[in-house]
């Protein structure tokens, strides 16, 4: 089992907490069936990496949170993908979550190089996969067309009324200490950072549906995938449904279940890849 990266240094005032759902993505990213699809889809052999070397495969997570998701990815990369070169690009709208994210990323890979035996022991650069840049951005809005390899999205799937505004959540805002005006404006603002994560407005699915929108265009036009989260109230079939009915060669298909029924919130991950 790989290990889990620790987030002790995450607040979780102002940032998801990985959650049951975060280690749904964990245990299916990293179990056999689906290592054994990203190695065929990116991995290389020897041979290759010597002759024909393929370009290294660019991980986008949007929504990072923790940073837990993409710090496992990152450090991970040579036992998910059979190759250690992958890059990792993160995306939130919480500022707070993209240097949360950073730190988890860093400080993972660190510790993964540290701990490996001596005689193997490599820097974190030659053993772990690359952190490029997380960025304060709505989604994928910022990403080039067809740069990405590898999409994972844990989104705020539970409805709600509506989706919190984006607006107002960078780090050049806080107010300040000992004055009870500027107390009840962190609040506030923190509540609606921690809203944003979960709120998914109508079914959950309202910023999922953006994602999905944005697909197509984001992911790597050959051999693309994503990861998506999902619980009941998002309706899975009918979404999966949708992207299926998709132009030009897209499958979709469940790769992962949570185990435990907690009321309606039954979770599954679904991985959407141009065959």
Not at 45 to 67: D, F, K, W, Y
Request: glycine share 8%.
């Amino acid at each position: 089992m790989l290990p889990t990266p620790s987030t002790s240094h995450v607040d979780p005032n102002r940032i998801y907490e990985p959650a049951e759902d975060s280690y749904l993505l964990l245990d299916t990213l990293s179990s056999t069936n689906e290592t054994n699809f990203l190695k065929h889809h990116f991995g290389q052999s020897g041979t290759q990496s010597r002759n024909a070397p393929t370009p290294s495969p660019i991980v986008l997570e949007v929504g990072t949170g923790s940073g837990v998701i993409l710090a496992f990815v990152t450090a991970n990369a040579e036992a998910i993908f059979g190759r250690p070169d992958v890059l990792a690009l993160g995306t939130d709208v919480n500022n707070f979550a993209c240097q949360a994210t950073k730190q988890t990323v860093l400080q993972t890979c660190e510790g993964f190089a540290r701990d490996m035996p001596s005689g193997l022991r490599r820097s974190p650069s030659e053993s772990t996969g690359l952190l490029l840049a997380t960025l304060g951005a709505d989604l994928a809005s910022p990403i080039r067309g067809g740069m990405i390899d590898v999409l994972i999205f844990n989104p705020p799937y539970v409805p709600s009324a509506g989706v919190p505004d984006i607006k107002g959540n960078t780090l050049d805002s806080e107010p300040a200490p000992d004055d009870a005006k500027s107390r009840a404006e962190s609040y506030e603002r923190d509540s609606r950072l921690l809203a944003l994560s979960y709120e998914g407005g109508v079914d959950g699915m309202e910023v999922i549906n953006r994602l999905l929108e944005q697909l197509p265009q984001v992911l790597n036009r050959d051999k693309g995938v994503a990861y998506i989260l999902l619980c009941q109230q998002n309706r899975p079939e009918e979404t999966m449904q949708r992207i299926y009915n998709w132009v030009g060669d897209w499958y979709v298909e469940v790769v992962g279940r949570s185990g435990n029924v907690a009321g309606w919130e039954k979770l599954c991950i679904i991985r959407i890849w141009k065959g």
